[in-house]
């Protein structure tokens, strides 16, 4: 699909802007463009216990944080590339991003392979009050 | 219809079964690209081979929308969650008659009432897991 903005300047912008933050790797930053209580979904992360599972849903700033800081210290090249953004008048943007990265450390419970990864990714991100995310959702194939 | 009228009764339509009622409401020739599965190709042929598999190894599929929203290019952005319990194989994931929940999310192009682009993108291991398949992945570490 080719590339194409729509709508909604200031959404499209912080949501350009967080994924920005994200290829340079600064995480302070993504996560300062989220409101204080934006909520965290991650959905391939799905690790099961004898009696629990464990999933990547919660807040950006306790969830988020610490994964988005596991996937660079996994990844250390990783990077993304936005494929199409689009978004309504009330604050909604979906994006496809392709997310790259070779693999330095475990992720997981994926062992290192030193692999390459190309990876196309869904991520919906709301945008209200004072232009922050306040939801963050991602599915990956 | 509008386009949030297309795309909810696209998904309505998909959870009574109705495939052919589904694609009824997307143009034949529209480009259909279901990305964890790696297939691309028409509706008459992408399209209709996914809607007929997923209702014949699903037969009491449900499909609910969790949230929607049109893009101002006209793009519906549709959460959804399907269920079902496996009846038949369903693309190379032999039948072990287990239950499954997948939340999808679709983009559907919406031209004059008509859907002319597609594109879903779902977790391919949640499915795999729901579905007992062996995970791909190298799994090294567990708890």
Not at chain 1, 44 to 63: A, L, S
Not at chain 1, 72 to 101: L, Q, R
Not at chain 2, 34 to 43: E, F, R, S, T
Request: aromatic share 8%; with cysteine; net charge negative.
């Amino acid at each position: 699909m080719h590339m194409s903005v729509t709508s909604i300047p200031n959404a499209i912008e912080v949501v350009t802007a967080f994924f920005d933050a994200y290829r340079e790797q600064d995480v302070e930053h993504m996560v300062e463009l989220c409101s204080d209580n934006a909520d965290f979904h991650y959905m391939p992360f799905e690790v099961w216990d004898k009696q629990r599972v464990i999933r990547g849903d919660g807040k950006v700033r306790t969830i988020g944080k610490v994964i988005w800081t596991t996937l660079i210290d996994s990844f250390p090249d990783i990077t993304n590339n936005i494929m199409y953004i689009t978004s309504d008048d009330e604050g909604n943007v979906a994006a496809e991003v392709m997310i790259s990265g070779t693999q330095a450390k475990p992720f997981g419970t994926m062992g290192n392979q030193g692999l390459h990864y190309d990876l196309p990714l869904r991520i919906h991100h709301r945008t209200v009050m004072e232009k922050r995310i306040m939801r963050r959702g991602r599915e990956r194939p | 219809m509008n386009s949030k009228d297309v795309a909810r009764t696209f998904f309505a339509r998909m959870d009574s079964h109705d495939a052919r009622g589904a694609l009824a409401l997307v143009a034949p020739h529209a480009n259909v690209t279901l990305v964890p599965l790696k297939l691309q190709g028409d509706a008459e042929n992408v399209g209709r081979l996914y809607l007929e598999q997923l209702m014949s190894a699903f037969p009491d599929l449900s499909v609910r929308v969790r949230r929607l929203f049109i893009g101002n290019d006209n793009t519906a952005v549709a959460e959804v969650t399907i269920e079902g319990t496996q009846a038949a194989d369903f693309f190379g994931i032999i039948n072990q008659e287990k239950l499954m929940d997948l939340d999808q999310v679709w983009f559907l192009h919406v031209n004059d009432g008509v859907i002319d682009r597609i594109k879903s993108y779902w977790c391919q291991n949640r499915l795999y897991r729901r579905l007992g398949v062996k995970r791909l992945d190298h799994v090294t570490i567990t708890a």
